[in-house]
């Protein structure tokens, strides 16, 4: 029914309703003013009010009838925001909680008396990486939200680092330090809670930051608070099925489980089959393979029907904003009845709001900080500051010192270079709390100085260190960022800004365009160029294993002072040496590298073009250095015997391995000095023996290299034996800290030749089991109950007197499609066990190592080690499938699982955990050749189904592979264990038309990596290869040395 101008009012007939003419009657009213059938009242309109993120309010003229998208529509505009979907408006329902403005339904529909609501902007879809955010003002937005965030006390973290974001938000507001203007502002404005007992470590920090400007303040506070734990996450209170109080909440990597502060659980967006709410019961429903024989539905209860619907809103934009390439088609309408929700995510998806800046679908024009009172220094008033009209992608990329490995490997048009006062603040990751204070953290003026005279207008392509003197504090020539926490180097040191720097982006957003790379810097081409690059990236890494102990660890322990001083003193007066040895040894070949590459651009030849004379003089210092090399069997044993004896440093120990920093066991970074000799010794052998069609060093390089390979062949000669000690001690030792139900499994004499997953055959059928053989004995063990990053000891079995039975299945069996399981028998003294390996040619490695270990059993003269104290009781006797220590357990599943604090104890990418999950093994073999074949460098990394390639410095090391943003960085983002992987050259059906690509597979995880060079793919292939497949490798270390 319409309503018509005046109080008429039309009354429809019954003969209206039947399709009549409508009767005109008589009219009262004036000639020409009869009613108007089409008139209509006009609309009325609303003005809201928006709560910006810099708080300021704007009002908005809208219909209240009208969709949401209206009034996001006209946000987006008046604010010029490109990439405006990683925003929403949020506003309070009558319970008091945020909602998110829905674009496809109307206002009227969703916000509660619309005149006197105040809707604020706010981040909706937080990105794991702000190398993703192209555009300088959304990183200015983002940052805001962020200062809301940790005032608020949503983006919790440690008081360190929450005064480290505070200095950054505040150098972009005010500019550079002035203690007066400073402690002004933060009297009239309030970064974090309770402030005043922070101004002190705001100031402290703000000092360090001359000359940074805002842009590059926003950069860094993004890539600090990424590293934080609530970074992005928005609670939503629930109960699990025991009722137990828990906290849901959704980012980009899935849906995540809280209990109080802490996180217990994320289901992946990969693991998920369907998410779903009945009532306020939100339910979560896994793929078959993800939770095996458990439930496969989860159920969390949530306060009200509409807090779940809410919740499950949320998830449903997440995982189409960060999963999908393109937005899903809305849901056709049922024409009689519905069943579940038709609600759909209809923004951009990320993958086509990068598309659609790259391409340049929107002008940029220039924005205004608001409440920006920035001071800049003369020095940095004189450099080209980012603008909003240049993208972050596009943006200069060629730093004061860039590495060469990065200049090599993508460089942009030269532009001019950052000024030397800028600083950059970014750390390692915010949520450490006890990170040791960087040496050389805080600089004095005339150190300062002297780093600003030391620049050069136009430097050449690679001035590492420049300016500082040999005895700087500093840990590393070339890795000058500072503990997590704790306070900033500055810029100079590296010459490197955020804004300038290479940009990382993730797998979904291309770090490097498909369609256009940039020119490719002139390098030279002969194979000794890329051996040198590669002692170079791989003494970045040494190094920053050898910082682990000299910088971190000495912190730790000077801190909890648990070591005592005389074990201290036998640690670091070895370490020390060979520490400050290769400080220089780096710094050498960081110059020798920039010249080289040089002199190759120019088309000059000169004494540049080698790496001889370097070689040669630190292998003969590393020579002299052979007393502390020796000592290091003496420190290693002494730090077990006092960790057993004090729990102070037991605890130390354990705490520090636990630190992002420590990314290996402890004691395997007191074995890199000695790793490392034998990796000169491999580098040397290539740059003597050049290949086919390369004219080599010329003749004074090729004498010096072969003194050096002499010098150190020499020292690796020497100390091999103590190298294959030292190892195997290491090995056992973290083996002790893995079983339990054993002690005592160090003794002298004891090897361990392999380990590995096998089945053993019980009553319940075939197990999965961990089998250890040493060179007396044969120990299994299983998944413990408690805690799943355990093993629980279930037998032992001695070498000597130990038979093997192998029955190969009948011909017939063997060509049957029926699968058999390769088994074999081991008939020891007082238990017989029937076992299978996971593949044939897992069979064969565990029967040779077996036959050459009980061989070597019978045959030896020496007297057998004692077994482990835990085994000296007799084995209870009985049936062969019943003897063991202890009962089988009757539920193997239930240890895989776990609970979360067991596996928070122990890394899960250590050997035992990755041959337990991936069923394979590894032999001793196996350890000496992955030590020989350590290589670090810059690699670009595609997933299967992303369409960009993401830059990143990447380390093999133990079997794995560990991934960083930089050479610089303190921790790896990410691990890959390689242990099952194989390695090969992409096929045609994987879409990938670039050269230098190897694919990394392992069933359907596939991983493809580019490298920047011919010799360099090589070598990543040939490295990959002896960890991904470990062949079968006779001999031993000895042997092979």
Same mark, same amino acid.
């Given at each position: ?21 409508? !009767? ?39 219909? $209240? ?37 829905? !674009? ?28 993703? *955010? ?251 500051? $980012? ?48 990170? !040791? ?19 050069? $207008? ?5 001035? !590492? ?190 705490d520090f391995e636990l630190q992002k920093v420590c990314y290996l066991p402890f004691n395997a970074f007191l074995l890199k000095p000695l790793q490392r000799l034998r990796h000169y ?5 290539? *740059? ?69 997953? *096998? ?70 003294a007082q238990k017989t066990i029937v076992v299978a390996a996971s593949t044939q040619l897992e069979k064969a490695k565990w029967l040779h190592d077996l036959n050459t270990a009980i ?117 790896? *983002? ?38 920047d060079s011919k010799y360099t793919f090589g070598r990543w292939m040939e490295v990959i290869q002896t960890a991904s497949t470990s062949a079968e490798r006779a001999g031993t270390p000895?042997?092979?040395?």
């Open positions: 029914m319409g309503e018509l101008e005046g109080t008429y009012r039309v009354l429809q007939t019954p003969g209206a309703r039947l399709g009549t003419t409508t !009767p005109v009657g008589v009219s009262t009213l004036e000639p020409g003013l009869g009613p108007l059938a089409g008139a209509a009242r006009p609309a009325m309109r609303t003005q809201l009010r928006v709560q910006l993120l810099d708080d300021s309010i704007e009002v908005f003229d809208v219909e $209240p009838k009208c969709d949401g998208q209206v009034l996001l529509t006209q946000v987006w505009k008046r604010l010029n925001l490109i990439e405006c979907d990683y925003f929403g408006l949020e506003f309070q329902n009558v319970q008091s909680c945020w909602i998110w403005l829905e !674009p496809m339904k109307p206002i009227i529909r969703q916000v509660r008396r619309p005149k006197n609501a105040v809707l604020r902007l706010a981040v909706k879809f937080f990105p794991p990486d702000p190398g993703q *955010l192209q555009e300088e003002y959304t990183r200015y937005l983002f940052a805001l939200q962020l200062k809301r965030d940790l005032l608020e006390e949503r983006l919790t973290c440690t008081d360190t680092t929450a005064a480290l974001l505070a200095s950054h938000l505040l150098q972009a507001e005010v500019g550079d330090y002035d203690e007066a203007l400073d402690r002004e502002h933060l009297r009239a404005h309030e970064y974090v809670p309770r402030q005043e007992r922070a101004l002190h470590r705001i100031l402290a920090f703000h000092r360090e930051l001359a000359g940074q400007t805002p842009a590059e303040s926003d950069f860094q506070v993004l890539e600090i608070a990424r590293k934080l734990d609530m970074y992005g996450i928005r609670f939503h209170s629930a109960s699990d099925r025991e009722g137990a109080k828990i906290k849901l909440a959704v980012s980009h990597t899935g849906v995540l489980v809280f209990q109080s502060s802490t996180r217990i659980n994320t289901f992946n967006w990969s693991r998920l089959r369907k998410l779903s709410f009945k009532r306020k019961r939100f339910l979560i429903k896994l793929h078959p393979e993800v939770h095996g024989p458990y439930q496969d539905t989860l159920e969390f209860v949530l306060g009200s029907r509409d807090e779940c619907k809410n919740f499950w809103k949320i998830c449903v934009e997440h995982h189409t904003f960060f999963r999908l390439f393109d937005q899903p088609k809305p849901k056709a309408k049922a024409v009689l009845f519905s069943r579940g929700s038709s609600f759909r995510y209809s923004g951009r998806t990320q993958k086509q709001l990068a598309d659609y800046v790259k391409d340049g679908g929107m002008k940029r024009v220039p924005y205004e900080r608001r409440h920006s009172k920035t001071r800049m220094s003369l020095r940095a008033l004189k450099v080209d500051l $980012p603008r909003q009209s240049l993208s972050f992608s596009e943006g200069v990329r060629t730093p004061v010192t860039p590495s060469p490995t990065a200049t090599s490997f993508c460089s942009a048009p030269a532009s001019p270079p950052a000024p030397p006062g800028l600083h950059d603040s970014q750390v390692g990751g915010g949520s450490s709390e006890t990170g !040791p204070p960087a040496p050389g953290a805080w600089w004095p003026a005339a150190e300062k100085s002297s780093v600003v005279a030391a620049q050069p $207008p136009r430097p050449p392509a690679l001035q !590492p260190h420049q300016g500082l003197p040999a005895e700087s504090p500093l840990p590393s020539p070339s890795t000058q960022r500072s503990p997590p926490g704790l306070s900033p180097l500055g810029l100079a040191a590296r010459g490197l800004s955020p804004l300038l720097g290479p940009v990382l982006s993730d797998a979904a957003g291309a770090g490097m365009d498909n369609r256009e790379e940039p020119r490719r810097k002139c390098v030279p081409a002969d194979e000794a160029y890329f051996i040198a690059k590669e002692i170079l990236a791989t003494e970045r890494t040494y190094l920053k294993d050898l910082e682990v102990i000299t910088v971190w660890f000495r912190s730790a322990v000077v801190k909890a002072d648990a070591m005592p001083a005389d074990l201290m003193t036998l640690l670091f007066s070895n370490i020390d040496p060979i520490y400050e040895l290769h400080r220089g040894f780096l710094r050498e070949v960081e110059q020798r590298l920039a010249l080289w590459e040089e002199s190759s651009s120019t088309q000059a030849t000169g004494s540049h073009q080698r790496i001889g004379d370097i070689l040669l003089r630190n292998m003969l210092q590393l020579k002299a250095l052979t007393g502390h090399f020796q000592q290091l069997q003496e420190v290693l044993t002494e730090l077990e015997a006092a960790s057993r004896r004090l729990r102070r440093l037991e605890a130390l120990r354990r010794r491999l580098l040397l052998r290539r *740059l003597c023996a050049p290949g086919p069609g390369d004219p080599g060093p010329h003749s004074q390089d090729r004498a010096d290299l072969r003194d050096a390979l002499q010098a150190i062949t020499e020292v690796t000669s020497t100390l091999q034996h103590s190298l294959v000690q030292l190892e195997n001690l290491q090995r056992l030792t973290e083996l002790q800290r893995d079983l339990v139900g054993i002690e005592s499994l160090v003794a002298p004499g004891r090897e361990l030749i392999r380990e590995g997953c *096998l089945h053993k055959l019980t009553r319940k059928g075939l197990q999965q089991r961990m089998f250890f053989l040493f060179s007396d004995v044969l120990l299994y063990a299983s998944r413990d109950a408690a805690g799943s990053s355990l093993f629980r000891m279930r037998g032992l079995l001695p070498l000597r007197g130990m038979l093997l039975i192998v029955l190969d299945p009948p011909v017939e069996d063997q060509e049957s499609e029926r699968s058999v399981p390769p088994c074999f028998t081991i008939c020891a061989d070597a059993a019978k045959t030896g003269s020496t007297p057998a080690p004692a077994p482990p104290a835990r085994m000296l009781c007799p084995l209870p006797r009985g049936s062969p499938n019943e003897a063991s220590l202890e009962p089988e357990p009757e539920d193997e599943a239930g240890g895989a699982q776990g609970s979360v604090a067991g596996m928070g104890q122990r890394r899960a990418n250590t050997t035992v955990h990755v041959c337990w999950c991936r069923h394979t093994s590894v032999s001793r073999a196996d350890h000496s050749a992955a030590v020989e074949n350590q290589l670090s460098g810059y690699l670009l990394r595609k997933f299967k189904n992303s369409s960009g390639w993401q830059k990143l410095w990447v380390v093999f090391t133990n079997f794995c592979l560990f991934f960083y943003k930089t050479h610089q960085d303190n921790h790896p *983002l990410a691990s890959l264990p390689l242990l099952g992987y194989s390695v090969s050259l992409p096929g045609d059906t994987d879409g990938i038309h670039k050269e230098h690509v190897f694919k990394l597979q392992f069933k359907s995880h596939v991983y493809f990596f580019r490298a000895e042997e092979k040395a």
